[in-house]
């Protein structure tokens, strides 16, 4: 029902940017949120950072804030992640998912994925 495809991962150096792209394709949702999730082996799937669609409230952790921006083409139904002053900490499988809210005060659930990709910063 719901397609999400990424794009703009690779290999870049410690210092470096790049942008990941994901265009979703399907059905809509009445509120919902995009997120941009990684998982490096080893550890858990985290949240990265969070756009909601109506009103572009914005959220990221704490370890990217101030490096890392998300952005959202509504139009486009795209929403995208510019990644500036990239870590070798921030390798990681990424992941696109769209998430509908799930109630009042439930904040929202993310049940539809994107493939992933792969990004690898060297030192």
């Known amino acids: 029902q719901v397609q999400l495809v990424e794009s703009g991962g690779g290999l870049v150096r410690a210092g470096g940017s790049l942008t990941l792209s994901c265009a979703a394709s399907?059905?809509?949702?009445?509120?919902?949120?995009m997120g941009w999730f990684r998982q490096a082996p080893g550890k858990e799937r985290e949240l990265v950072a969070q756009?909601?669609?109506?009103?572009?409230?914005?959220y990221y952790r704490d370890s990217v804030k101030g490096r890392f921006t998300i952005s959202s083409d509504n139009a486009k139904n795209t929403v995208y992640l510019q990644m500036n002053r990239l870590k070798p900490e921030d390798t990681a499988l990424y992941f696109c998912a769209i998430g509908p809210l799930a109630g009042p005060g439930r904040g929202y659930k993310y049940d539809y994925w994107g493939q992933g990709t792969q990004v690898t910063v060297s030192s």
């Open positions: 756009i909601t669609w109506s009103d572009s409230m914005q």
């Open positions: 399907g059905r809509t949702f009445s509120s919902f949120a």
